[in-house]
């Protein structure tokens, strides 16, 4: 029986138990990886400290040299700038402010009031002015309907 229990584990683990086939893959992935891969990180490393010492011994002097020529020019227009945003600003509070479009609200409501006025004056002459036609042409009938004799 113990036979049999050992040789149902071996079989089990021959047929189950992936781990050694999967530790030669990872080995081989690595030692292919590696010799791929080779040296090139320690070769960018080096390549990016001697464009860093590069960089330090001649370029911070030139942007030294070149931000103490321009720097005064730029915080000047800098400056004008922030005056023409402040005089914007003024000039909008100006248009904004409250007394203003009360101001404004009561000249719209005026010239609303005067143009329903005078939409209201034009109806009423033209209403006139229809019922003067209207009674106009009742009265030529009329008088044509008397000298046709139908009257």
Do not use: W
Not at 12 to 39: A, M, N, Q, T
Not at 97 to 113: D, G, I, N, P, W
């Amino acid at each position: 029986m113990a036979a049999a229990t050992s040789d149902v584990n071996e079989v089990f683990s021959r047929l189950f138990d992936h781990r050694p086939f999967l530790r030669g893959e990872i080995e081989f992935f690595k030692k292919e990886f590696e010799e791929k891969r080779g040296d090139r990180e320690v070769e960018e490393l080096f390549r990016s400290l001697e464009l860093i010492t590069e960089i330090k011994e001649g370029q911070i002097e030139k942007i030294v040299n070149s931000s103490d020529d321009n720097l005064p020019r730029t915080i000047a227009d800098v400056q004008v700038a922030l005056h023409m945003c402040e005089d914007t600003l003024d000039t909008e509070k100006k248009f904004n402010s409250e007394e203003l479009l009360a101001k404004k609200r009561c000249e719209r409501r005026c010239r609303l009031a005067t143009v329903q006025q005078d939409v209201q004056e034009k109806l009423q002459l033209l209403q006139e002015s229809y019922d003067d036609k209207e009674q106009s042409m009742k009265t030529q009938f009329q008088q044509l309907e008397k000298s046709a004799g139908y009257i």
